[in-house]
């Protein structure tokens, strides 16, 4: 009987792994970012990082450097 997870693991390959590791570290760093940014700019940090998390992400990045007030 074959393993469902083996092949999967195998095929993704170590530069697979690498790749989605940044991309978390790039994620985690985006809504971080935000929320400071947030911060400093007078906002509820929380509400722009929760914003930033729960859209697809890109887009609630996008979204918020498109609607931050100005300095």
């Known amino acids: 009987m074959e393993q469902p ?3 999967f693991l195998s095929g993704f ?3 697979g792994i690498i790749l989605c590791i940044l991309l978390l570290v790039f994620y985690v760093w ?3 970012w ?6 400093r700019r007078g906002k509820p ?4 990082a929760l914003v930033v998390l729960l ?5 609630g990045l996008v979204v918020w450097l498109l609607l931050r ?3």
């Open 34 to 39: 935000a929320y400071k940014d947030a911060q």
């Open 13 to 15: 390959g170590l530069i």
């Open 30 to 32: 985006s809504i971080v």
């Open 5 to 7: 997870i083996g092949p």
């Open 55 to 59: 859209m697809v992400w890109p887009v």
């Open 45 to 48: 940090g929380w509400l722009v």
């Open 69 to 71: 007030p100005q300095t």
